[in-house]
């Protein structure tokens, strides 16, 4: 079957422009789940949703980065006037509930801010 | 302040031998603990978990072993095959405030299998 998957793999932005990430999790799941792996670094959690209710959103680095799922499938993480900090890969989890489940990634979207 | 360590960012073994990956925590509270491998320009993809009740789980050619006095887990991989290169993440959850779900991730440790 169908995986978790992410679009655009990659994405050059110029400093201060605007980035949207898109993310397809497995038909069926219910939870989602957004992380940001730094080069060097493991993924550090960024926020989850249950169906489309954003029910943790405590990892979201800045004010700037906001995350959507209104139709309980399909998310976009959206990073407003991006920095060279912001440069990672941004990877999409998915799991059939969210206590425990098993938690599969996409391949995530590669962003390089310059 | 890095709750979950992979002090080793690379090992290298022969073909047929052990690996053994290990992963130092430091949060008390975590009682659950994964181990994912990640592919070049892939995602990571989940191994094995064990839980604070157990002290071993094994899967297959995988086992992985949980010392809590000693906040230490480690994964060994018997015998090891060339498929199995990739970056092993260690990764801990923790039951309070109902966010079980949030995963911990180590930095990951760089195993190569030679032939």
Same mark, same amino acid.
Request: no cysteine; hydrophobic share 20%; glycine share 12%.
């Given at each position: 079957g169908a995986g978790v998957s992410q679009s655009p793999r990659y994405k050059v932005a110029k400093r201060g422009q605007d980035v949207a990430l898109r993310c397809d999790p497995?038909?069926?799941?219910?939870s989602l789940f957004w992380y940001q792996q730094a080069l060097g670094q493991g993924p550090e959690f960024l926020t989850y949703f249950q169906n489309e209710a954003q029910?943790?959103?405590?990892?979201?680095?800045?004010?700037r980065f906001f995350a959507e799922r209104p139709e309980g499938s399909v998310s976009t993480l959206k990073i407003q006037r991006?920095?060279?900090?912001?440069?990672a890969v941004y990877l999409c989890a998915s799991s059939l509930?969210?206590?425990?489940e098993t938690q599969y990634f996409g391949p995530g979207t590669r962003l390089l801010v310059l | 302040d890095q709750q979950v360590k992979q002090n080793s960012p690379s090992l290298s073994v022969q073909e047929g031998r052990i690996s053994i990956l290990n992963c130092d925590y430091t949060? &008390?509270?975590?009682d659950y603990f994964l181990w994912y491998k990640k592919y070049p320009a892939e995602g990571p993809t989940f191994l094995i978990s064990i839980s604070s009740i157990k002290d071993k789980n094994e899967d297959g050619r995988f086992t992985v072993f949980l010392n809590k006095s000693a906040k230490h887990l480690s994964l060994h991989i018997v015998? &090891?095959?060339?498929?199995?290169s990739a970056v092993y993440f260690c990764a801990a959850s923790a039951p309070r405030g109902g966010s079980n779900y949030k995963l911990t991730f180590g930095k990951g440790t760089l195993l190569t299998v030679n032939p």
């Open positions: 497995i038909s069926g799941h219910v029910l943790d959103k405590s990892g979201l680095p800045s004010d991006t920095q060279q900090e912001d440069s509930w969210g206590d425990r | 949060n &008390s509270m975590f015998p &090891s095959q060339p498929g199995d």
